[in-house]
């Protein structure tokens, strides 16, 4: 299976800042990666496919990059509705598999 | 636009089989892969697997010889089998559609083992 590590596991920032997530992979994934945004209680939302495709729909602060085995998930003036935990997801093979998440909070 | 919704009892005892249905709105079950996935309290998400509306399956190895994903014959719903659980297999559990990304997904239903 390919391990996904994310870093940091939380983080605190106040609105306006600029605010990257890391994603490492245990093997190469070329750009089958995706991150998805997850509040309790709502429908988990894809944001990013193929590492940098902007999901239609999605805000344009948010942004991804990388490919291989490290990859980064950015948003770029963090708001208040951005408050979520964020989950990377290598879907370069079966199983696929998530990061641990990245819980985002305001300070 | 789609939209999908998990359904079934969210108190399943241990030893005895987990039961959900993903009910599919707004869209067709066909031309689409579907897959359920699992949040256990406190720990990252888990893919369980998924179905192409022709019915070929693939599953994670981890949960291969407990979990059976199926379609009904009205197309309309997605159905997931956990057997034999454990207070392990305690967590929301999620449907979704893609094929590698998950591009829509339910509002994710909890499920708790427990006697």
């Known amino acids: 299976d390919i391990q996904m590590t994310q870093s940091p596991s939380s983080l605190s920032a106040s609105v306006g800042d600029r605010v990257t997530i890391t994603c490492r992979a245990s093997q190469d994934m070329s750009t089958y990666l995706a991150w998805y945004q997850l509040k309790p209680g709502k429908v988990p939302k894809l944001l990013i496919l193929a590492a940098s495709t902007l999901k239609s729909g999605v805000p344009s602060r948010f942004s991804g990059s990388g490919s291989g085995t490290e990859f980064t998930l950015t948003i770029s003036s963090l708001q208040p509705e951005d408050v979520a935990t964020y989950y990377c997801q290598n879907y370069n093979r079966v199983p696929w598999t998530f990061g641990q998440g990245t819980k985002v909070e305001i300070k | 636009q789609v939209q999908l919704q998990e359904s079934g009892p969210g108190l399943v005892k241990p030893s005895e089989t987990l039961s959900l249905t993903c009910t599919v709105s707004g869209g067709s079950i066909n031309s689409h892969y579907w897959s359920w996935i699992r949040h256990p309290p406190g720990k990252g998400l888990e893919w369980i697997g998924y179905i192409y509306y022709r019915g070929t399956t693939n599953y994670n190895p981890s949960l291969q010889s407990r979990v059976t994903i199926s379609l009904d014959r009205s197309k309309t719903h997605v159905s997931l089998r956990l057997s034999s659980v454990t207070a392990a297999d305690t967590a929301v559990y999620y449907c979704?559609?893609?094929?590698?990304?998950?591009?829509?997904w339910g509002q994710g239903t909890l499920v708790v083992v427990s006697s």
């Open positions: 979704a559609r893609g094929y590698g990304e998950l591009e829509s």
